[in-house]
């Protein structure tokens, strides 16, 4: 490979053409970071560009809100109810605690934990192939568990910019 064909030293190779789901696409849209996640949502080998990890970091984010605001409004409700009550009547404690506020509250808590779980696999899967982006193998997403400091760590790894050596994950 000759100087400025994207190989091991130049700029890492990328997709031509969002269609083509064996190269990162650099420069990703959110609607084609999004379609793309889903479609390789069990891909770990290959690499993902920064912005393809970023629209669908702020994807999950647009999800999980409806169920958060569902929580933290039936929460609320809860909490609210139950200040009101008298704390020598442990029946009406009771009843504060069942009402409909701790219901909104649950199917918040329930449609949020069924979303991340529907995107534990592929959320990642992007982060594997991200880290593969910047030359670095996917088990360094295993650092995010060193307490304090971890996630600081795995952050910064998908920060980094994309490295033609990564190239040596394509599949």
């Given amino acids: ?45 290959g690499r993902a560009s920064r912005s393809e990890i970023w629209w669908v970091a702020l994807f999950g984010f647009l999800v999980q809100l409806i169920p958060m605001i569902l929580a933290i409004v039936g929460a609320t409700m809860a909490a609210s109810s139950a200040a009101m009550v008298d704390p020598y009547d442990p ?52 650092l995010y568990f060193i307490p304090g400091v971890g996630a600081i760590i795995l952050l910064v790894l998908l920060l980094l910019p994309s490295k033609p050596e990564g190239q040596r994950f394509d599949v």
């Avoid at 030293?9 to 889903?38: E, H, I, M, N, T």
């Avoid at 909104?104 to 593969?132: C, D, N, Q, S």
């Fill in 91 to 142: 029946t009406a404690a009771q009843a504060a605690m069942s009402g409909p506020g701790v219901i909104i509250a649950g199917i918040g808590y329930v449609i949020g934990g069924l979303i991340g779980l529907a995107m534990l696999i592929p959320t990642l899967a992007i982060i594997w192939r991200r880290l593969h982006d910047g030359n670095f193998a996917g088990p360094f997403f295993f």
């Fill in 1 to 45: 490979m000759g100087p400025g064909a994207g190989g091991f030293g130049g700029q890492p190779r990328g997709a031509a053409s969002p269609d083509d789901l064996s190269l990162p696409l650099y420069g990703a849209s959110f609607g084609q970071a999004v379609k793309r996640f889903f479609k390789k949502y069990t891909h770990f080998s």
